[in-house]
């Protein structure tokens, strides 16, 4: 089952920074919080992962809490590619299997 | 750039017929992976490999085999295709286990079994 809770749906305009939530509140000291997005009909897109601090890459920003019990993955400015399903899931080193939960419908608006 | 090639991304059979998926990375990972993706059930492993010849059965197994003979090709196999396997198939490979230990995916592969 997965760790996570995220909102089911979201909408943001483009060119606006999306925020999205995403709380792992039972997660343990050696697991990682990994985002990835699927595009409709598409394999799911790594985006980024982190454990304690704050990542950035080309992609997006991710904001963990000092307890570690929520995150939020920054799109800095949005575009319509960026509409997808956005998956947080908490994984342990060499898991043999992500669990993706249901995800949050990310919709990016003209 | 990473890369994980499916053999195709739309695939028609009919029922009974023996199916082969094929899953390329080149990023010289040693640990290779097969899911399958159904509405409202998410992403379930159906197989993985972490060696060459080396095989792990998932959550769901049945009804099929793999086969990885080379580092950077990991073959999935329905021996009777049946409609209920009618699914999207999608691979990942990954690294050997170390801090950092991200999947990455192929692009899938939608089959229907008529």
């Known amino acids: 089952d997965a760790k996570t809770t995220q909102p089911p749906s979201m909408d943001c305009a483009e060119g606006r920074a999306a925020n999205l939530p995403c709380n792992h509140s039972?997660?343990?000291?050696?697991?990682?919080v990994y985002w990835y997005r699927q595009i409709h009909s598409q394999g799911p897109q790594y985006i980024i992962h982190?454990?304690?601090n704050n990542e950035t890459n080309e992609m997006a920003s991710l904001i963990i809490t000092e307890d570690r019990k929520s995150s939020t993955l920054i799109l800095p400015h949005a575009t319509l590619r960026d509409t997808a399903v956005y998956y947080c899931?908490?994984?342990?080193?060499?898991?043999?299997?992500?669990?993706f939960g249901q995800g949050t419908r990310l919709t990016i608006n003209p | 750039d990473v890369k994980v090639t499916q053999s195709s991304r739309y695939l028609v059979k009919r029922t009974g017929e023996k199916v082969f998926l094929e899953c390329v990375q080149d990023m010289d990972h040693e640990n290779m992976f097969w899911y399958r993706q159904d509405p409202g059930l998410g992403l379930r492993l159906i197989y993985f490999?972490?060696?060459?010849?080396?095989?792990e059965k998932g959550d769901i197994p049945e009804g099929y085999s793999v086969s990885r003979e080379k580092k950077e090709r990991f073959s999935l196999i329905l021996e009777s295709a049946s409609t209920n396997q009618t699914s999207m198939y999608l691979c990942a490979s990954r690294g050997a286990a170390r801090s950092t230990d991200t999947q990455y995916f192929g692009p899938g592969t939608r089959l229907t079994v008529l």
């Open positions: 039972t997660i343990s000291g050696n697991e990682y």
């Open positions: 490999s972490y060696d060459v010849k080396m095989k």
């Open positions: 982190g454990l304690k």
């Open positions: 899931i908490v994984t342990g080193q060499g898991a043999q299997k992500l669990v």
